[in-house]
């Protein structure tokens, strides 16, 4: 089970770190991502982590603006989020692949998702 959290209401060009813990099971040998839902529009990439930690992917439009990392520890992901913008407002979703270790930019290639926390971005 995946829980994410940390979303809220921030201004534009503030910033955000959302969190994905994981419950019942260790996620930390598997790829996992966070996607995002727009109202009215469909569930998009963000970033992506590979099982070992070595490999990241980030959507176009955030580079260089998020990160996605890793706590093996606390078996929880993170994506810190900087330079928000109002387009950046979406439900985030986490989730994890246990078919492609090295990750994806594809919804459909994950089979776990945590239930979505609200980032709002105020103008």
């Known amino acids: 089970q995946l829980q994410a959290s940390g979303g809220g209401l921030v201004q534009n060009g503030g910033s955000l770190r959302l969190s994905c813990a994981a419950s019942?099971?260790?996620?930390?040998?598997?790829?996992m991502a966070w996607f995002r839902q727009a109202p009215g529009k469909e569930r998009e990439f963000v970033s992506a982590?590979?099982?070992?930690?070595?490999?990241?992917y980030y959507a176009e439009s955030l580079k260089g603006r998020c990160t996605i990392s890793r706590d093996s520890a606390k078996n929880t992901v993170y994506l810190q989020m900087d330079s928000l913008k109002p387009e950046g407002t979406a439900v985030y979703y986490c989730?994890?692949?246990?078919?492609?270790?090295?990750?994806?930019?594809?919804?459909?290639?994950?089979?776990?998702w945590g239930q979505g926390t609200l980032v709002t971005v105020s103008s």
């Open positions: 982590l590979s099982w070992s930690g070595g490999t990241t």
């Open positions: 989730a994890v692949t246990m078919r492609y270790y090295s990750g994806s930019t594809y919804a459909d290639r994950y089979d776990y």
């Open positions: 019942g099971r260790t996620f930390d040998s598997y790829a």
